[in-house]
């Protein structure tokens, strides 16, 4: 039974950083690409980053480039978000997926398993 489960969010003034973590279980997680998406409430979910199965190649959000830094430790089956700068807007439930796909998957139907989300809020 595959399972992506999300810690480290939590309430934090804008401008200020968080770490997001997501562990990974049953499946082979070197063989996966790891997507972050988040969704704010009344939005619709949008992706944030995503990471390649060897960590080599990473890809953002216009949103959250140059702020937001996704890294993954395969010998601990552990993808990470690192969120810098934080605004207000950032506020939503942060969710890791995990896809085969190699080729920049940006929309959620290209994924095959999902975390539970971890809630994020910046205030002003």
């Known amino acids: 039974q595959v399972q992506l489960v999300e810690s480290g969010g939590g309430l934090v003034q804008a401008g200020g950083s968080l770490r997001l973590s997501c562990a990974a279980s049953g499946l082979t997680f070197s063989r996966y690409a790891m997507g972050w998406f988040r969704q704010a409430p009344g939005k619709e979910r949008e992706f944030v980053t995503v990471i390649s199965w060897s960590g080599d190649s990473t890809y953002y959000a216009d949103s959250v480039k140059g702020r937001f830094t996704v890294s993954r430790a395969n010998a601990k089956n552990t993808v990470y978000l690192q969120m810098n700068s934080l605004k207000p807007e950032d506020t939503a439930v942060y969710y890791c997926?995990?896809?085969?796909?190699?080729?920049?998957?940006?929309?959620?139907?290209?994924?095959?398993?999902w975390g539970q989300g971890t809630q994020v809020t910046v205030s002003s």
């Open positions: 997926a995990a896809t085969k796909l190699m080729s920049r998957p940006v929309r959620g139907g290209q994924y095959d398993y």
